[in-house]
């Protein structure tokens, strides 16, 4: 069974602190890696991919992959209240052609 | 470009009966998947397809069955339907499923509730 494993939560921070959200996998073979942020009754929106090792940042997001230690995660930074939502994290392996999913982290940033 | 549509948004079913959930992807995109998602299960992957071709298929019963036409819209069905089938349905678009980098983006969602 391939699977996603997110840190349960939920997790709450102040406005303006950092939010860390962790995933680790399953596949080695998974090569490409995807955070989705949901909100409650909407449907998943996508934030950040990353596929190489290292650091991605995208405005107040990083995206971090170290694929050794099969890890992924997502950094917020100055989390606004407007960030609160369940975080999704998904591994794509190239054989299988799916998207496998975390079971998400509901994050609440409180003002 | 408009994004990935799907109707109905609403659906309230009886136990036994039968539904047809229908995903426009978004414009030049030919892979069209499919997930489940449950307060219990979270996201869970139904089906994918590409080319009107059913490329994979996760660990669902056969009373799930979907299709996909030549303009890249698909539809999935759900026979005899159960209580358990409630759930919101996801249709997730992506431009080729050739690489695993490619990127998926979600239709609204189809909530189902059976009764």
């Known amino acids: 069974q391939k699977e996603v494993e997110q840190n349960s939560g939920p997790l709450s921070v102040p406005e303006g602190a950092i939010a860390s959200l962790n995933c680790t996998y399953s596949d080695r073979g998974s090569q490409s890696f995807f955070w989705y942020r949901q909100y409650s009754g909407k449907s998943p929106e996508l934030i950040m991919s990353i596929y190489s090792n290292g650091d991605k940042e995208d405005g107040r997001f990083t995206a971090q992959l170290n694929k050794a230690s099969q890890y992924v995660s997502l950094l917020i930074r100055d989390s606004q209240p407007s960030d609160s939502a369940t975080y999704l994290c998904?591994?794509?392996?190239?054989?299988?052609?799916?998207?496998?999913f975390g079971s998400g982290t509901q994050l609440t940033v409180l003002p | 470009k408009a994004g990935v549509t799907q109707t109905p948004r609403y659906l309230i079913k009886t136990r036994g009966q039968q539904v047809t959930l229908s995903c426009s992807p978004i414009?030049?995109?030919?892979?069209v998947s499919w997930y489940q998602q449950t307060p219990g299960q979270g996201l869970q992957f139904l089906f994918e397809y590409f080319s009107e071709t059913q490329r994979n298929k996760g660990n669902f019963p056969g009373r799930f069955s979907g299709r996909q036409f030549s303009n890249s819209r698909s539809e999935m069905n759900v026979s005899t339907l159960e209580l358990g089938d409630s759930a919101l349905y996801l249709c997730?678009?992506?431009?080729?499923?050739?690489?695993?980098?490619?990127?998926?983006?979600f239709g609204p969602g189809t909530r189902l509730t059976v009764l």
């Open positions: 997730a678009s992506s431009l080729q499923s050739s690489t695993s980098t490619d990127t998926q983006y």
């Open positions: 414009s030049g995109h030919r892979s």
């Open positions: 998904a591994a794509h392996s190239g054989s299988a052609r799916q998207l496998t």
